[in-house]
């Protein structure tokens, strides 16, 4: 009987550590991003997992013929490393040898190779499983698990508890519109617009906890900020003593993201060219005063006093990074009348809630606030709002059995993705969107 | 203008800390797991995020009467950390001082708050808001979430990049049945039964990659192993040589879990009284072998050539342990007949598959295997199996265009931590279980 032991020494090198073996002969894996035909040499790209590797081939030295390869084949590699003060990363390979190991049926329909990806956002998205092969495009989505890798390990250093909910939901936590249906064996079951409830539940388990996972809303809009499915970074905490420390909490948790990009995510943001923010301190302004100092600055007659317009947001953004040079901006005190009936009021003022958005250069990427823990409060304001009782039996559960005086956010990690590269579409940050005319691939 | 800055200095202290305040008065908070009242003074546990502390009430130094608080109130605590010889701990709390937060509106139905859960699994999971704050209930979670951290760090050392596939489809990877349907805007749509195809489209552009999310089974299973919505843990990498790599990928991902509890985790171990399994090697066995050996040594006739029964797979995992010792064994070569379109067949043996499935202590806990990256190849099958060639058009476009070898794995989370806590049933080892009858909570 055989055993499998765990992983073996591999001989082929990371990557990562070319420049460990200059001087040196060496056996590489990746596939052959682009050729470049010189007079008398080549320039072979090849693309591994992170970084995109200069490889010459001169035919004097290759022990193979330039046309046993063409862009897209994978490959293993043989080569020397030698140093080269030209190159930004101080050594390239001198191609010795090359096995190919597969090679594409047909050329890719959009150039992939270039230094932007030169077409439609339509097309982009068509091609996708060959787009994201480009550089860039691969470079935003490894930021963006840079920003959940750090989201985890920031919230685990503050004791929250990952979780995992239920995604096929008996009721939807935002209420009747918005919300895709499915057949659960005969019964009527809804996709889950957030976690909400769930995470409620479990800050009576374990105080704090946070969850990282996909979203539903049947939304009808078709703009460049909304998707019908999103990555939706959710986290709760118990034992609040008001609701800024929820504020606070994200504010730490984006000071945390934004050192970790800088210090491990060196490569993808000098690719795209990206600002990464300095957080020092986020500045709150309250929802009333943030519409009539737009009014008032922007020349603009408010249309609606309880919501924001889209370029309400962008103006807010810029009078206050004019005003304090911060990017970010806590919007706080929605009316009650925009909030779910799990906000919680302002006990001084109850036509406003213990909530607030983050907004991050124009865009909302965060809502958040303080719900209500007490059961009779619950109670009430669900029947006030005319809804069904019955159906927040189970969610009524832990406000019965008791709960801390609590609150959390959700944050839309497309959105936050999206602003941070300076992107105009958040599908562009989005791996595989889903939208109101797109379901593929 | 106000700006918020970070998380501030609390004045709480970290009650997984309190050894270090031993003479010393400090605040905690908490809610009220139990009052047992003794004669003169009475033993308050105290449950925080991740411990339950044993506080002494005695009237003579309490600023407060015992009837002031009762079990599940969230409080303020003012207590003295006294050593404490006969305490586990070392020490124990003694009140001081409560300021009562919020109150339950009832007693909860179920006991909470006894070293067992003495219920039925339907009442478990019926009240599993409340049922999830007992000790030992909410332990399991925390050991998923030290699961799922080790994994998370693991694969990140190996390089792989974590990514968010949908989970609304055009088509199941699995194929027609046991797909849960829903209407997408006018269209027919589906939930993912497994990010197979997008993780496989991801080795195209980072080489590794890994997902843990929820995917959906429409399966009408009733069984104590199956559920309708679960937490896959899945991975694909390419430039394999063999698929054995993937085996020896997940050998060495088990190791790190096991040792992450060992490590991280006694305080859950020792509270469930698990034995976490010791892994040096993992045996593996051809599937035609086993079912031989099974039917061999338990004289029990083989009903089915090309698949497991339940009962076998027990047996398999019995005699594997009395030969080797192991409590895992891969399983290999599975008949074609019964693996997706997308296996790669053995080129030694048509008919078999260069395949594998992980079983833990009875239980299929992995399927993995190596895929077809040809596109020939790939169309060639899809064709023979009758299958309808145009659905699979975006998927197939990654073969088109060039694919490495590679292969990959799913892993059940809630089917790991359910053997691993060697559970009867995996709905005590999921959170909020989705299951033919089950959708709430």
Partial sequence: MNHITGIRQEKYVNPEELEQYIGREIYLKGSIYKIRRMKGFAFVLV?????????????????????????????????????????????????????????????????INGKQMNTSIENLLNY??????????????????GI??????????????????????????EGGANIFRLDYFGKEAYLAQSPQFYKQMMVGVYERVFEIGPVFRAEKHDTSR????YTSVDFEMGYIENFE???????????????????????????LGIKIPEIKGIPTIHFREAKKWIEKKCHRPIKDMDDFEPEEEK?????????????????????????????MDDPQKSEETLSFDLLFRG???????????????????????GMDLEAFESYLMMHRYGMPPHGGLGMGLERLTCKLLDKENVRHTTLFPRDINRLLP
Wanted: hydrophobic fraction near 35%; aromatic fraction near 8%; charge should be negative.
């Fill in 128 to 145: 996708r499983p060959v787009t994201l092969r480009n550089e860039k495009e691969r470079a935003i989505f490894r930021i963006q698990n």
């Fill in 363 to 385: 865009m909302e990427v965060t809502t958040g606030g303080q719900r209500i823990h007490g059961y009779d409060e619950q109670v009430k304001k669900i029947k006030e709002r």
């Fill in 226 to 229: 909304h998707l019908n499915e």
């Fill in 148 to 173: 959940t890798d750090a989201i985890r390990s920031f919230l685990g250093s503050q004791r929250f508890t990952e979780i995992h909910s239920p995604k096929i939901v008996f009721a939807g936590a």
């Fill in 245 to 271: 420390e929820i504020m606070e909490m994200e504010t730490e948790m984006l000071k945390h993201v934004m050192e970790h990009l800088k210090e491990d995510y060196v490569y993808e943001s000098e690719l």
């Fill in 47 to 111: 693309r591994t997992a992170r970084k995109i590797i200069q490889c010459i081939y001169v035919p004097e030295e290759a022990g193979f013929l330039l046309s046993v390869i063409r862009e897209e084949c994978c490959c293993k590699i043989y080569a020397r490393v030698e140093a080269e003060e030209r190159s930004r990363t101080g050594y390239e390979l001198h191609l010795l040898d090359v096995h190919v190991l597969s090679e594409p049926k047909e050329i890719s329909p959009v150039v």
């Fill in 315 to 343: 103006l807010l953004c810029k009078l206050i990074q004019e005003q304090t040079g911060s990017e970010f901006v806590f919007v706080t005190h929605y009316p009650s009348s925009k909030r779910p009936f799990y906000a």
